[in-house]
C-alpha cells in the first residue's frame, strides 16, 4: 500500500530546541516537521526541497523574518510563509500582510495555534470548496421547488441575478459535475422564459403600467433625475454586457465606488440597432421609425449607420422629458483602442460638461471576433474562459482608467449594456427570400418562417412594437437556436455552433443590469 503524503513543515527559529513540544505535536498531527535555527538554513533547505509551508520567526540573528521572506518570495520557491513574532505593532503587521504572507501568529504562541494556521493554509482551498458544493446544493434544491409558470418579472430578475452570481463563483471551481449541473439548469430556464416573455411582452409594449423597466426606461429612470438635481452624470453602455460578466468585474470597482444595483429588460430583438436606439431614444422600434423616419436606418446593410444618430436620438429624448442641460451633452462612441485612448486622456477635461455618454463596443466586437478567430476561441472556448478573457481586458483598458478617474470627481456614473448575448448550440431552420436580414438569432422578411418551438414567430409585428409592412414577419430565436437557411445548412451550422449571438429571447441577452457609481472619494 502507498503510504500517505503527509504535509512537510519548515520552521526557523533560533530558539528551536525550546519548541521541541509543538514540533511534536504537529508530528503527532501527522506533519513532517525540519526545525532550523536561522533564516540561512531555511533558504538552504527550500533549496533542497520542497515544503508546503513555512514558519518564520521574526527575530533571528543574521537573517531576519522578513528578510527571510524576501529571498523566498524573490526565488520565486512558492511556498507560503507564516510569520511568527514577538511584536503587536501594527506596522509591522503591515509590513507582513503587504508581503503577502498566509498568516500571523504572535508569541507565545501554544501548539494548537500553530497546528490551526498550518491546517488554514493546507486546507482552505478544500474547505471553500466543500462548502460551495453544499451551498450549490441547497440552491438548486431551491431553484427546483420554483414553479416558474407563475414568476413575475421580480422573480424572474431574482433567479436570474442568483444563477448569474453562480455563474462568477463556479469559475475555476475544480467540481465539473457542479459546472455541468449548472450549466444544465441555465439552459433549461429559458424555455420556460421564453414562453415568460411570448406571454407578457407584448402588453409590455402596449401599456407602461405593470411592466419592468425597459430598454426605453434607461434614460428617464437612471439619468435624468440626477440631471434635475443638477448632478453630473457620465452615462456609459459597454456594448454586448452580460449580467454574468458584468459580476465579474464589479468587484474591481468597489473600492472606490459605492455601487446601487437595478436591473432592466432588453426590448426585442436583443440587438444592437433595436435597444440601443431604443436606450437613447427613448422610444419603441415602432415609435422611433414613426417619430424619426430619418433617423430609423433598419434597412442598410451598413450595422454601424443603424446606430449612426444616437446622439440626436438623446438630443431629442432629453428634450421631450425636459431634461436639457445647460450645456449641450458630450456623446461618444469608442471602436477601437487608439479612440479608447484618446478618451481617456480627455476625460479630465469634460468635468464642466453636465452630461457625457460613451459607448463602448469592444466587448460586441470581442464576442463576434470570437467565431471568426481560431485563437480566440482557443482563449475563450466557453462562457467562463470569456469572463476571464474579458475581466484581463477590462483590468488593462482605457475604460478602467477612465472610471478609476471618474471614482475622484463629484460626478454620477450610470453605466449599463444594451443587450447580452447567448451561446448558440442549435440550429434551426429558417426559410425566407433573398432580402430577408442576415442575422442569426432574429430575421425579418417578407413571409419569414421556422419551427415555433425554436422561435417567437411574429407575424403581427405592431403588436410586438417594431416596424410593419407588407407581409412582413419577424422570427425570434428561444433559448440557445441560432437560425441557417437549408441551403448549405451543415456548413454555416458547423461555422456559428458554439458562438455568441444576440438578438433572440434568452435570460442571458434580456436581463441586464442597470447600475449607478458614486465616488467614495468626492
Not at 62 to 71: A, F, K, N, P, Q
Not at 115 to 127: E, G
Not at 188 to 195: E, M, Q, V
Not at 403 to 416: G, K, M
Request: a negative charge; proline letters at 5%; glycine letters at 4%.
Amino acid at each position: 500500500m502507498t503510504e500517505e503524503i503527509r504535509h512537510r513543515i519548515l520552521w526557523a527559529d533560533d530558539e528551536i530546541d525550546l519548541l521541541r513540544p509543538h514540533i511534536k505535536f504537529l508530528e503527532q498531527k501527522g506533519f513532517a516537521v525540519t526545525a532550523v535555527p536561522t533564516g540561512e538554513d531555511a533558504l538552504s533547505e527550500l533549496e533542497r526541497g520542497r515544503f508546503d509551508v513555512v514558519l518564520l520567526d521574526e527575530m533571528m540573528p543574521g537573517l531576519g523574518g522578513l528578510e527571510t521572506l524576501s529571498v523566498i518570495q524573490a526565488r520565486e520557491f512558492g511556498v507560503p510563509v507564516i510569520l511568527v513574532t514577538k511584536s503587536e505593532e501594527e506596522s509591522l503587521m503591515n509590513q507582513a500582510i503587504g508581503r503577502r504572507i498566509a498568516d500571523y501568529l504572535i508569541k507565545p504562541v501554544n501548539p494548537s495555534q500553530v497546528f490551526l494556521a498550518c491546517k488554514r493554509v493546507f486546507d482552505t482551498q478544500k474547505i471553500q470548496d466543500s462548502q460551495r458544493a453544499r451551498d450549490y446544493v441547497g440552491e438548486m434544491q431551491r431553484w427546483q421547488t420554483m414553479d416558474r409558470r407563475v414568476l413575475d418579472w421580480a422573480g424572474w430578475c431574482e433567479l436570474a441575478v442568483d444563477v448569474a452570481r453562480w455563474d462568477v463563483r463556479l469559475d475555476g471551481a475544480p467540481e465539473a459535475g457542479l459546472q455541468q449541473a449548472h450549466g444544465d439548469f441555465r439552459r433549461g430556464l429559458n424555455i420556460d422564459f421564453s414562453r415568460f416573455i411570448e406571454d407578457r411582452y407584448p402588453h409590455w409594449v402596449r401599456s407602461a403600467e405593470d411592466r419592468p423597466l425597459l430598454s426605453t426606461d434607461v434614460v428617464r429612470h437612471a439619468v435624468v433625475p440626477h440631471l434635475r438635481e443638477g448632478r453630473r452624470v457620465v452615462f456609459i453602455v459597454i456594448d454586448c454586457m452580460r449580467l454574468d460578466q458584468w459580476f465579474t468585474l464589479e468587484p474591481l470597482l468597489e473600492d472606490v465606488f459605492d455601487i446601487r444595483r437595478d436591473y432592466y429588460c432588453s426590448i426585442l430583438p436583443t440587438a444592437t440597432p433595436y435597444s440601443r436606439n431604443a436606450i437613447f431614444a427613448g422610444l419603441l422600434p415602432l415609435q422611433l421609425q414613426q417619430r424619426h423616419p430619418d433617423l430609423w436606418q433598419e434597412n442598410t446593410d451598413d450595422e454601424r449607420t443603424k446606430n449612426r444618430f444616437e446622439r440626436q436620438l438623446l438630443d431629442f429624448q432629453l428634450e421631450r422629458l425636459k431634461a436639457t442641460p445647460a450645456k449641450p451633452p458630450k456623446y461618444l462612441k469608442i471602436y477601437d483602442a487608439d479612440e479608447a485612448h484618446q478618451t481617456r486622456r480627455q476625460i479630465n477635461s469634460f468635468a464642466g460638461l453636465p452630461l457625457v455618454s460613451l459607448v463602448f463596443n469592444f466587448l460586441d466586437i470581442l464576442a463576434h471576433g470570437r467565431s471568426e478567430s481560431e485563437i480566440l476561441q482557443e482563449l475563450a472556448p466557453d462562457e467562463a474562459a470569456f469572463r476571464a478573457v474579458m475581466k484581463a481586458w477590462f483590468v488593462h483598458s482605457p475604460l478602467y482608467d477612465i472610471l478609476r478617474s471618474l471614482a475622484t470627481q463629484d460626478c454620477r456614473v450610470v453605466l449599463t449594456t444594451d443587450h447580452g448575448s447567448v451561446l448558440a448550440k442549435r440550429a434551426a431552420l429558417v426559410y425566407g427570400n433573398r432580402e430577408t436580414s442576415t442575422n442569426l438569432r432574429y430575421k425579418y422578411g417578407v413571409n419569414v418562417n421556422t419551427d415555433a418551438k425554436q422561435a417567437v414567430i411574429v407575424r403581427k409585428p405592431a403588436e410586438y412594437a417594431l416596424p410593419e409592412g407588407l407581409n412582413k414577419t419577424y422570427v425570434l430565436a428561444r433559448e440557445d437556436y441560432y437560425f441557417v437557411y437549408p441551403t448549405r445548412f451543415h456548413e454555416f451550422e458547423r461555422q456559428y455552433r458554439n458562438s455568441f449571438q444576440h438578438g433572440g429571447i434568452s435570460v442571458e441577452e434580456m436581463i441586464l443590469p442597470l447600475v449607478t457609481l458614486l465616488p467614495r472619494r468626492s
